[in-house]
């Protein structure tokens, strides 16, 4: 697959209307986001066959194993309850063939920072397992502090070598690795399940993303960094 869109990008929009538009746009692939996905799974795999488009990296409806600091996607507050959401949306989404799908650490909130680690480390390797187990591929995103503990790639391999998961990737993302050096990406290959690409605002203050080039050239060098390695 070489490139395509997250339905994050068409929130307002049904599964249906993305999947239509992004075939008829010339996307090779959709990023399903699973609190999208209408609950007769049958139809939705036939839409996609129908329109000739892949998976890509797909994001579940509880997609972290602390509650996220976001607005309209807190989810259950209990770490046990999110691990199952998790687990669960795995096995469904197992079904798409998706490239892999994401998980995140969840933000420390206000636990204490070692509790918050070791929750997550035995929650990663709960879904893991699930993952493993149906097949599917697993990154963890290294993200803001909002959603996440982990914010660059080392942190993020860090934690994954305490799980002692080395078949967990690394989805990552040029919004939130803006900072990250190309050559630390290009480092990891092997562990890349992904990558999105949007660019960090020029304009100072601004936290939300733009079209990759308009921030600059940092989602180009990750891109070609990557592809120079092998990816």
């Known amino acids: 697959m070489k490139l395509s869109l997250s339905e994050i990008s068409t929130v307002n929009a049904s599964f249906a209307e993305d999947v ?9 692939g959709i990023g399903i986001w699973e609190m999208k996905l209408p609950a007769e799974d049958d139809s939705n795999l036939g839409l996609l066959r129908e329109a000739g488009i892949a998976v890509a990296n797909c994001v579940p409806t509880v997609p972290s194993i602390l509650p996220l ?40 909130g206000d636990l ?11 929650g990663l390797r709960e879904v893991a397992a699930a993952a493993r187990e149906a097949g599917v591929r697993l990154g963890l995103e290294p ?27 690394v989805m990552a993302d040029t919004y939130h690795l803006w ?26 203050g601004r936290d939300d993303r733009v079209l990759p080039g308009e921030g600059g050239t940092r989602s180009a060098e990750h891109v070609q960094a990557l592809l120079e390695a092998g990816w």
């Open 179 to 204: 900072d990250e050096t190309p050559e630390a990406l290009a480092a990891i290959v092997g562990r890349v399940t992904g990558l999105h690409v949007a660019d960090v605002p020029r304009e100072p």
């Open 143 to 169: 993200a803001g502090a909002s959603v996440s503990f982990v914010a660059t790639v080392a942190e993020t391999l860090e934690l994954l070598d305490e799980a002692e998961l080395d078949d967990v990737g």
């Open 20 to 28: 239509a538009a992004y075939a008829s746009a010339g996307f090779d």
């Open 112 to 122: 204490d920072p070692t509790e918050a680690r070791e929750l997550v480390v035995q």
């Open 69 to 108: 600091r976001l607005s309209g996607m807190e989810g259950p507050p209990d770490p046990k309850e999110r691990v199952a959401a998790l687990r669960e949306s795995i096995r469904r989404l197992a079904a798409f063939a998706p490239e892999s799908v994401l998980c995140l650490t969840g933000a420390v």
